[in-house]
């Protein structure tokens, strides 16, 4: 079947990832922070701030913020979004499926509000992805099946012409499947020649 909508993640395929253990480590050292309560606290708190359960303010006040720090809770957030930095020869991939017309593109990712917000603008997402099926807003987390279901629901396409990219193998698991093909990324020039075996013009 004809590939008609080619779903990419976000965090590990078009970017950096937003606030992972490598961002999280990065914050450690820059604000002096204890990394085993930390990574405690951001555990006990992720799936519901990424599931769309609680606001940044509020996973905030769980995580870093449940006591006086030396450091603006401003400066702290302007720290965390700097950390997203795009991956121009990934999005250029994407920019080049687009411009074909014969797809439609749509983000399919586990990510806050907030974070997802501040990517899709400063990664100029808004200008290649029609629609962004993030956890924040479909209220579940990829590895689980009914955030595939939903999108694939929501999209309207058969799996089997819908191709899913992301950087976790766990993730494409379920993707495969529903029947969706799937793309694990390495990095962009095979994506290009991944996509090509799938007779996705690039």
């Known amino acids: 079947m004809t590939i008609t909508h080619v779903f990419f993640d976000v965090g590990g395929v078009l970017g ?38 609680m606001s940044l303010d509020q996973y905030l006040d769980r995580t870093v913020f449940y006591r006086t720090r030396p ?3 401003a400066a702290f957030v302007a720290f965390m979004l700097s950390q997203s930095v795009a991956f121009p020869e990934t999005i250029a991939v994407a920019r080049d499926v687009a411009r074909t017309g014969r797809y ?17 603008r400063t990664f100029g ?5 029609v629609t962004f099926f993030t956890s924040c ?3 579940v987390l990829k ?5 595939y279901e939903r999108a694939l629901a ?39 020649r991944d996509l090509t075996a799938l007779a996705v013009a690039t």
Do not use: C, K
């Open 16 to 53: 950096t990832n937003g606030w992972d253990h490598q961002q999280r480590a990065t914050a450690v050292e820059a604000f002096g922070l204890d990394d085993t309560d930390l990574t405690t606290r951001h555990d006990a708190a992720v799936a519901v701030w990424e599931s769309g359960g």
């Open 71 to 73: 450091f603006s809770r």
């Open 104 to 120: 439609r593109l749509m983000t399919l990712n586990n990510e806050s509000a907030e974070l997802n917000t501040h990517r899709m």
């Open 125 to 129: 997402l808004r200008d290649l992805f």
């Open 137 to 139: 807003w479909l209220g």
């Open 143 to 147: 590895p689980s099946p009914q955030i």
């Open 154 to 192: 929501m999209s309207q396409v058969d799996p089997e012409a819908a191709v899913f990219i992301d950087d976790r193998e766990h993730n494409l698991e379920p993707a495969r499947q529903l029947g969706m093909r799937t793309i694990l990324y390495q990095d962009a020039s095979r994506l290009r």
